[in-house]
């Protein structure tokens, strides 16, 4: 997925580390830059996740906004899995 801005934010993919297999994502404020959370996969919830930085606060727009993001990461997660699905099926028996 490609890096995102918004109203307040800007989402940037990250470098993905050693043995991982999804992607890490920075949350920045537009106007500062400060680095305010990061979305990453979460196992526990078999989903993408956001986790905050310590003592940040959001209002309900950031809120949608970073859980779009999220969404739309799982969407086209989802799409990836069925291709790679569907791939499988169609292979001949032999």
Request: hydrophobic share 35%.
């Amino acid at each position: 997925m490609n890096d995102r801005t918004t109203k307040w934010l800007s989402i940037e993919k990250g470098i993905r580390l050693p043995n991982k297999k999804t992607d890490l994502y920075g949350v920045y404020n537009k106007e500062s830059g400060a680095c305010i959370g990061l979305i990453k996969w979460y196992g526990a919830f078999r989903q993408y996740s956001f986790f905050p930085a310590s003592n940040t606060v959001y209002e309900k727009t950031c809120l949608a906004d970073i859980s779009k993001f999220m969404q739309d990461l799982m969407d086209e997660r989802k799409i990836e899995k069925d291709k790679a699905l569907n791939y499988t099926i169609k292979m001949p028996v032999v």
